[in-house]
């Protein structure tokens, strides 16, 4: 690598850095890298799990998982009984199966928060596609302003890629 691009690469995480120390409240650099990271991927699927290893990565969890949800019922991952009696479970199950009878916007669905877990629509273009399920390491709730950005970031993300795939002119699929 040639000196004047591997100054420049490292100037990354310094400007970063910057901007992270510039004011209080402001995202470290590894939230921004995870980010960076996670907005690399093309397909969808991809994304989905590039974002679930990034909240892995910036949240104080013990687990987080992604729930597609399917509008004919048959969820590809159906919630599993968990330590905490099912109630989570349960929680999941009706979180699913309301947000496909829901006729509301994607954008009204709110998340469902308590102590020890939280559940979080994860919205598309098309819709809501699924659930964040993210259980809380103890005596440590997770930020819903992270959890909302990042998922914001990924729909934002979403709508970019497939407008790529429409031509400008006909808003008809690319080959």
């Avoid at 591997?6 to 120390?21: D, E, L, N, S, T």
């Avoid at 290893?53 to 919630?79: K, N, Q, W, Y």
């Avoid at 099912?86 to 994607?106: E, I, V, Y």
Wanted: hydrophobic fraction near 40%.
């Amino acid at each position: 690598m040639k000196p004047s691009i591997q100054r420049r690469v490292h100037k990354v995480p310094r400007i970063a850095a910057a901007i992270a120390g510039a004011r209080p409240g402001a995202p470290s650099v590894e939230v921004l890298e995870s980010v960076m990271r996670f907005t690399t991927e093309r397909k969808r699927e991809a994304l989905v799990r590039a974002l679930v290893r990034t909240m892995r990565e910036v949240l104080p969890a013990t687990r987080i998982e992604f729930h597609p949800c399917d509008p004919t019922g048959d969820d590809a991952s159906p919630p599993s009984p968990d330590a905490r009696g099912g109630q989570r479970a349960r929680d999941l199950a009706l979180c699913l199966q309301r947000l496909r009878m829901d006729n509301a916007p994607a954008s009204l669905q709110p998340s469902i928060l308590t102590s020890e877990y939280s559940l979080h629509p994860l919205c598309d273009t098309f819709g809501v596609s699924g659930v964040v399920a993210i259980d809380h390491l103890p005596g440590k709730a997770v930020d819903p302003g992270i959890v909302h950005a990042l998922l914001r970031i990924y729909g934002n993300f979403v709508a970019i890629i497939d407008d790529s795939h429409r031509d400008t002119l006909t808003g008809l699929l690319n080959r």
